[in-house]
C-alpha cells in the first residue's frame, strides 16, 4: 500500500452532516492536511468555508478536476460516489468512501478502524467505510468475535434521524413542532399528519420500524447492509444476522440492542473483561446505562446492560449506541485516512 506524508485532501459532500463534521474531526485531530479542497453540488458551489487551512470556495462535484487530490473522503450519496470515485481513484487519489456504493464490491476493503485495520492494506483505490449502525455494533461485536467467534446474532436498531443527513433533523425538528400543538390528541387519535416527504410515517413523537427502503425478503436494505456488512468486516461468511433496524425521534445517535452466540460460551464476566479492553469503546454499568443523547458529540462508542442469554444459554445480549456522525461515519473515515499516512 502507497502512504502520503502530507496530503491535500478532498471532502466531497462538505456541506452536509457528515461532511461538516468530517472537516471537525480533521481539525480537532490536526490531520497534517496541506491543502484542503471541498466538493458539494453546484447548489452550494462558490460558498466560503472557513476551515483551520483558510477560508474554502465550495466547488462543484460535477466540474472538479481531481488532479492532485491524495485523500478524498465522500459523503454526498451513492450515486455520486459510484459516479465520481473511480474518476477520483484514476486521478491518484484514495477515496474513502461513506455511501453503500462500493461496501460489498470484493476489490474495495470494508474497515471499522481498530476492529479490521489490516484490510485496508488491500485495497486499489477505494475504501468503504461502513453503515453508520454496523459500524457502532462492530465496535463491540468485533472483540466478541476475535476472542470467540460470532456465530450467530439477533441485531436491533434505534437510529437517529441525522443518519438520514441534514434532511433529517429538520424533519424531526418541525414535526416536533407541528406535533407538539396536538400534544393531547397524540394520546387520544385525530392527530394531523405533518406529511414531511422523508419518512413514510411521521417520526415525531413516534417509532418507525422502518429505516431505509423494503428489498428483498420483507426486510429493508439497512437491515441488509447488518447482514452482508457484518459477514465482510469480521471474514466469517457464515455468521447468522436477524436484523431490524427502527428510526426513533433522536437528533444524533445509534443504539443497537444485539444479542450474540458464539463458537463456545461466553459469560457475562469475560464479555466485560474483553469490552471493558476494547478499543474506541466504554463499558458503562448498569448505574448509568448510556443513551443516545451521551453518545452524541464524543469519539467513543459506549456499551451497557452486558448481560448472559436466560433463553438459550451460552450467549451474550448488550446495548451499544455511537455518535453516526462521527465512528459512525465521518470519525471512522478520518480514521482510515490515517492509516494512509506515512
Ligand atoms: P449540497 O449541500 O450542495 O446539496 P446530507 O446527507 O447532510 O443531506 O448532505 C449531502 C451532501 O452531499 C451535501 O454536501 C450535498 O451538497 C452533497 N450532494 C448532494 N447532491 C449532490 C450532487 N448532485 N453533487 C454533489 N454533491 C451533492
Redesign the pocket.
Given at each position: 500500500m502507497s502512504t502520503v506524508t502530507n496530503p491535500t485532501v478532498a471532502v466531497?459532500?462538505?456541506?452536509?452532516?457528515?461532511?461538516?463534521t468530517m472537516i471537525e474531526i480533521l481539525t480537532s485531530r490536526r490531520f497534517p492536511v496541506k491543502d484542503l479542497r471541498l466538493?458539494?453540488?453546484?447548489?452550494?458551489?462558490g460558498r466560503v468555508v472557513p476551515t483551520a487551512w483558510g477560508d474554502v470556495v465550495?466547488e462543484?462535484?460535477?466540474t472538479a478536476d481531481p488532479a492532485g487530490i491524495d485523500i478524498a473522503l465522500f459523503?454526498?450519496?451513492g450515486?455520486?460516489s459510484k459516479e465520481?470515485a473511480p474518476k477520483f481513484a484514476e486521478a491518484g487519489a484514495v477515496v474513502v468512501d461513506n455511501s453503500s456504493a462500493w461496501r460489498q464490491d470484493p476489490k474495495v476493503p470494508l474497515v471499522v478502524a481498530q476492529v479490521n485495520d489490516a484490510a485496508i492494506r488491500d485495497h486499489q483505490g477505494i475504501v468503504a467505510n461502513p453503515n453508520c449502525t454496523t459500524m457502532v455494533l462492530m465496535m463491540a461485536a468485533g472483540p466478541l468475535h476475535e476472542a470467540a467467534g460470532l456465530t450467530r446474532m439477533t441485531a436491533t436498531s434505534y437510529q437517529s434521524v441525522?443518519g438520514?443527513?441534514?434532511?433529517?433533523m429538520e424533519v424531526l425538528e418541525h414535526e416536533l413542532d407541528v406535533l407538539g400543538k396536538d400534544r393531547d390528541l397524540l394520546a387520544t387519535g385525530g392527530w394531523s399528519d405533518p406529511n414531511s416527504d422523508l419518512y413514510a410515517r411521521p417520526i415525531g413523537y413516534n417509532v418507525l420500524p422502518h429505516a431505509g427502503s423494503f428489498t428483498e425478503a420483507g426486510y429493508t436494505d439497512e437491515e441488509w447492509k447488518l447482514v452482508h456488512e457484518t459477514r465482510k468486516i469480521l471474514e466469517a461468511d457464515g455468521i447468522l444476522v436477524e436484523p431490524t433496524c427502527v428510526r426513533v425521534p433522536v437528533m444524533v445517535g445509534h443504539g443497537i440492542a444485539a444479542t450474540m452466540w458464539f463458537s463456545r460460551p461466553v459469560g457475562v464476566a469475560e464479555a466485560k473483561q474483553i469490552l471493558g479492553d476494547a478499543p474506541g469503546a466504554q463499558l458503562w454499568g448498569d448505574a448509568k446505562v448510556p443513551t443516545p443523547l451521551d453518545s452524541a458529540g464524543i469519539d467513543d462508542v459506549l456499551i451497557g446492560r452486558v448481560r448472559e442469554t436466560v433463553g438459550e444459554p451460552g450467549g451474550i445480549s448488550l446495548w451499544t449506541v455511537g455518535d453516526n456522525l462521527r465512528k459512525g461515519a465521518a470519525l471512522n473515515a478520518v480514521q482510515l485516512a490515517e492509516l494512509l499516512l506515512d
Open positions: 466531497v459532500g462538505a456541506t452536509g452532516a457528515v461532511g461538516t466538493m458539494a453540488s453546484s447548489r452550494s458551489a465550495v462543484d462535484l460535477a459523503s454526498a450519496g450515486s455520486r465520481y441525522s438520514s443527513g441534514q434532511t433529517g
